[in-house]
């Protein structure tokens, strides 16, 4: 005996960015969460994310011409703010086992989107430049960093019960605790990235960060996977600091 279904959740983030802008505006981190059960086959290809904004692509980096929302009408410090969201999506089987006497639930597949939204997205008309321009993609490449940790951890829980809802109900525990605290290191992340380098203003810190963010864009799991191991990462940058 099998039921299939599935779990949605986004999280959405908008990170400013720019000379002299040192807090976080437009909102900070917000999260936006939605979850659906239900109980047919779930099909993988039927997220709308991707029409709604620009997906992230190694070979596709953002363009000024991206960024098509207004600036905010009353002045303001900050020169750019992104907005981005992440997307997630997991089928699920619950099936039961005769020889444990309990029921089993397990991934069937997971899909993770990490996307831009050009007209939540903005620069102050005159401050377009290369280096703000490259702070704002690693904002983007930051979340990428943590959409493939979440597909990678997402695709590994699994959960047992004496009943059909009792396995779903541990599997759907699990699998919002997984996302939820991979999700909420990326919001500290993005807070850290952005405090280190000034919000893009400090030339030496960005450069060690574009290198930090290119390891972890080709090792997901390098990156720190919770506060704590963030806490822990971030020591170990500061002691590196005043090595130098």
């Not at 904004?53 to 953002?62: D, E, H, S």
Request: proline share 5%.
């Amino acid at each position: 005996m099998t039921e299939l279904g599935g779990l949605d959740n986004p999280l959405r983030l908008a990170t400013p960015g720019g000379l002299g802008y040192h807090s976080r505006s437009k909102g900070g981190d917000a999260m936006r969460a939605c979850v659906v059960f239900f109980f047919i086959v779930v099909s993988l290809v039927s997220l709308p994310l991707a029409a709604d904004g620009i997906q992230w692509a190694v070979n596709q980096p953002l363009r000024w011409a991206d960024f098509r929302g207004a600036p905010p009408s009353q002045p303001m410090l900050e020169a750019a703010s992104i907005d981005m969201r992440v997307t997630w999506h997991v089928a699920y089987t619950v099936s039961y086992d005769p020889s444990r006497s309990c029921w089993t639930g397990r991934i069937d597949g997971v899909t993770v989107e990490n996307t831009m939204d050009p007209y939540g997205s903005w620069v102050v008309p005159g401050k377009e430049n290369r280096g703000l321009l490259n702070h704002e993609q690693r904002h983007f490449d930051l979340n990428e960093v943590y959409a493939l940790r979440l597909r990678a951890e997402l695709c590994r829980v699994s959960a047992t019960g004496k009943t059909a809802d009792a396995a779903k109900h541990a599997l759907s525990e699990r699998i919002n605790g997984t996302a939820a605290q991979i999700l909420s290191t990326l919001s500290a992340m993005q807070e850290l990235y952005d405090d280190e380098t000034g919000h893009g203003t400090d030339p030496s810190a960005q450069a060690e960060w574009d290198i930090r963010i290119d390891s972890w864009l080709a090792r997901p799991e390098l990156a720190p996977a919770t506060v704590g191991e963030l806490a822990v990462d971030f020591g170990k940058m500061v002691i590196q600091s005043k090595k130098r």
